[in-house]
């Protein structure tokens, strides 16, 4: 069911890097990437729904508590997939890892600013531009991570020879400067160090990448050693899950410093879940989502937003717990449906890159016989 273009096959780019694999390493990697995408539905509905009703319901302590691993936990998968690719031609490591995202990007940013022309005010031509082009250097809120990608991709080729433990303080250090300028928006760990939403981000969660993309082969053991030891693995995670509660109410993910500490803690136990969970496909739904988390990513706000307005206008809007879950269910499931219904239409276009926005290779030279 994977897309080709959108959705690349995440463990052939692993198994170019030597990293040994099976089934079950792919499917743990699947719903990894599912929680991630969940969690990232979840926090925009619930805040959404929120706002929308002047209330906060049940749904919104379960954002609070995945705040400072939300981010940082798609930020460690995105890294893993790096590998070998690194060092592929320029033209062919562009058109993966940086013409992929720009097209999908440009594509459903234009039609997110089609819909909210009217509450934006930009119904005029000229002013419909200047909204679309200054949202390539201010992203639209729900799609930063997409505009965030291809950065993290160039910055770690071109590092690609600093030393290791270098590159690792860079990014230490990198996010300590972003963590000491906090700001209280509704992203995981936002900052404010200079008021540009890609600059900020790419200093708070770089280090992230970082080291998903250098110790990539040590999370797939890990995710591995797993499956020898269940028990310990479901006691580890209630223990941590008990420590987050109670770290998040005194609110010590937000010191500059243990944000790095709570942000992998909360990575890692999101791969244990995945890992555990991989053994007997437990959840088949839930890596389906991971398989199609860019298609869900992209275009989820849409279907948000209008349950969003629906619902408000209903007895539900007394429920805001119920009702956050409603929005949120809504808006992973009508990009999937979408996703199925227009592949090999004419519209296929909206989750599969055409060929006209590929770099092709140079053309081969003819040597005459």
């Known amino acids: 069911m994977t897309r080709e273009g959108l959705n690349p096959k995440p463990m052939a780019v692993a198994a170019s890097d030597a990293v040994r694999t099976d089934r079950r390493r792919v499917l743990w990697v699947d719903y990894a990437k599912g929680w991630c995408i969940i969690l990232v539905v979840m926090m925009h509905s619930a805040l959404g729904v929120g706002l929308a009703v002047g209330a906060t319901g049940w749904l919104h302590e379960l954002v609070a508590f995945a705040k400072p691993f939300r981010m940082p936990d798609f930020f460690v998968i995105s890294g893993l997939f790096l590998g070998r690719a690194i ?14 995202f720009v097209y999908f990007y440009a594509l459903w940013f234009f039609i997110a600013l089609v819909l909210k022309a009217g509450d934006l005010g930009i119904m ?8 679309y082009v200054w949202g390539f250097i201010e992203p639209f809120s729900s799609m930063w991570f997409i505009q965030l990608l291809p950065f993290f991709f160039v910055a770690t080729r071109l590092c690609r020879r600093v030393p290791t433990p270098v590159l690792l303080a860079m990014a230490v250090g990198l996010h300590m400067l972003a963590a000491f300028h ?10 404010n160090l200079t008021g540009l939403t890609t600059v900020d981000s790419f200093a708070l ?11 990539r082969n040590h999370v797939f053991d890990f995710a591995s050693s797993i499956g020898a030891r269940p028990g310990a693995a479901l006691a580890g995670l209630l223990l941590w899950a008990l420590l987050e509660e109670l ?3 005194s609110g010590l993910p937000e010191i500059p410093g243990l944000t790095l500490i709570f942000g992998f803690a909360g990575a890692f136990a999101v791969v244990t879940i995945s890992a555990l969970l991989a053994r007997s496909d437990a959840a088949p739904w839930l890596a389906y989502c991971g398989r199609h988390s860019l298609v ?20 539900l809007a007394e429920n805001v717990g119920l009702m956050s879950v409603i929005v949120t269910l809504v808006a992973i499931i009508a990009p999937v449906i979408l996703d199925a219904a227009i592949r090999n239409t004419w519209f296929d276009f909206l989750y599969k890159r055409p060929s006209w926005a590929r770099l092709k290779p140079p053309a081969q030279a003819i040597v005459s016989p």
Request: glycine share 4%; net charge positive.
């Open 87 to 100: 060092d592929r031609p320029w033209r062919e490591f562009l058109d993966k890892r940086v013409v992929h």
């Open 124 to 131: 005029d031509p000229a002013a419909f531009l200047r909204a």
């Open 182 to 191: 906090p700001e209280g928006g509704i992203y995981a760990m936002s900052s």
């Open 205 to 215: 969660f770089f280090v992230y990448f970082i080291i998903g993309h250098l110790f």
């Open 247 to 249: 770290s998040v109410r």
């Open 296 to 315: 869900i990513y992209l275009s989820f706000f849409a279907p948000m937003a209008a349950t969003r307005l629906l619902l408000a206008r209903t007895e």
